[in-house]
């Protein structure tokens, strides 16, 4: 039996160190210009800052003030060999009350990213991956939306890309430890980093 077929983006678990993940984050801004793919933004997508900040104060209803170049600006991370992640979207700061689990279309909105370099972090591939493709690189998977319901990204690590290139955006560090998570079956769930970081390495990582 292995897991089903359900992508869920990224998932902050530990530091590369074995030290729990205690739920550290910073805050970044959307803004409603930013508009890539269909324009949604979901828990667990991996963002990349866009060289943008705040240009007005903003007020987010229980979470303070925040004055103008105090919001680096986000957008969706992209695919692709080179290309760098700053983080992950952890959490959506509310507009209002009827505020959305995701960040809808034209929308200016905060998040928290978990934007540690040395985060460990769950995801499934989109495919079946090997016993030999531990420790091996792999480029991200951008192109499949999240869930407006539960708010979680769509987002995967593209198994077909399995290398040992040294721009590889993530690095495959082992299969998640559960006895569901077989080799070789679709669902497979995997422990990677991101070894592109925008605020790490700038070199790369290469696999084995």
């Known amino acids: 039996m292995a ?3 359900s992508p869920y983006g990224f998932i902050p678990i530990r530091h590369k160190s074995g030290a729990p993940y205690n739920g550290a984050s910073n805050p970044y801004w959307i803004d409603a210009a930013d508009t890539p793919g269909d324009g949604l933004y979901f828990i667990g997508d991996a963002v990349l800052v866009d060289g943008t900040a705040n ?6 209803p229980g979470l303070g003030s925040f004055p103008p170049g105090t919001l680096p600006g986000v957008t969706i991370a992209t695919a692709g060999t080179g290309n760098k992640v700053t983080g992950v979207i952890v959490a959506f700061g509310a507009d209002t009350r009827d505020s959305t689990v995701y ?5 200016e909105r905060l998040v928290w990213v978990c934007d540690d370099p040395d985060i460990v ?4 591939a989109d495919a079946a991956v090997a016993i030999d493709d531990v420790q091996r690189g792999s480029l991200i998977l951008t192109d499949t939306s ?8 769509g987002m995967e690590i593209d198994a077909s890309t399995m290398d040992t290139g040294v721009t590889d955006q993530v690095l495959v560090l082992r299969f998640v430890n559960d006895p ?3 080799a070789n079956a679709v669902g497979n769930r995997l422990e990677i980093i991101f070894t592109l970081h925008s605020m790490g390495t700038l070199g790369g990582i290469a696999g084995i």
């Open 146 to 153: 999240g869930s407006t319901s539960t708010g979680r990204s």
């Open 121 to 124: 972090y769950s995801v499934q």
């Open 3 to 5: 897991y089903p077929d």
């Open 180 to 182: 569901l998570n077989t």
């Open 55 to 60: 240009s007005s104060l903003i007020e987010v």
């Open 103 to 107: 960040r809808a279309d034209v929308t």
